[in-house]
C-alpha cells in the first residue's frame, strides 16, 4: 500500500506545479481578448461608414499600434 501512494504522489506532483502556469496562459487570454474587444469597439464608435468602414479603421489601428 506504501509503494502505491508513493507512486500517486508522484505522478501527480507535475501536475500540481503547473497550475499556476495554466492560470497565467488563461490571464493572458483574456487580457488578449479584452485588448481586441476595445479596438473593435473604438473602431466601430468612431466610423459610420458600415462594414466596410469598420473593417478600414480596424485594420489601421491595429496598424497604428503595431508600427
Known sequence: ?????????KMTQPVR????????????????????LGIISSAVSDNSDGIKGIIESIISKISNMVG
Do not use: D, H, P, T
Request: charged share 15%; hydrophobic share 60%.
Open 1 to 9: 500500500m506504501g509503494k502505491m501512494v508513493r507512486f500517486y504522489v
Open 17 to 36: 506545479n503547473e497550475r499556476g502556469a495554466q492560470s497565467l496562459e488563461w490571464l493572458g487570454v483574456a487580457a488578449l481578448l479584452i485588448l481586441v
